[in-house]
Nanobody, 125 residues
């Protein structure tokens, strides 16, 4: 059974960089068929795909590309999100997820098979 666990600060000040880590248990992040994504959900809004790391390469949402960086540490079996120049609008629950690119449509978040429990991040001074 694969488990994902997000960690990071719950409060970030405006203009700072948000850093979150997703630890993966029960499965290797180096298996090429799987993509590892970050998804956020602002208050009273829907889920937004932010980006993913897949086969060692990172892919980003066009709307967040200039502020987002996703990387992985294979020795620790974890991947990280960095979101720079945060603003109050970046307040959201952040999820790390896995999807199987051989068996799902990456545009359908409902087909992502494993999710972390989510971590609340508030951007406020």
């Amino acid at each position: 059974q694969v488990q994902l666990q997000e960690s990071g600060p719950g409060l970030v000040k405006p203009s700072q960089t948000l850093s979150l880590t997703c630890a993966v248990y029960g499965g290797s992040i180096t298996i090429s068929r799987y993509a590892w994504s970050w998804i956020c959900q602002p208050p009273e809004k829907g889920l937004e795909w932010m980006g993913a790391i897949y086969s060692g390469s990172a892919y980003y949402s066009s709307s967040l590309k200039s502020r987002t960086s996703i990387s992985r540490d294979t020795s620790k079996n974890q991947f990280t999100l960095q979101l720079s120049s945060v603003a109050p609008e970046d307040t959201a629950v952040y999820y790390c997820t896995r999807d199987d690119r051989l068996n799902s449509d990456p545009k359908r978040l409902s087909e992502y098979d494993y999710w972390g429990q989510g971590t609340q991040v508030t951007v406020s001074s």
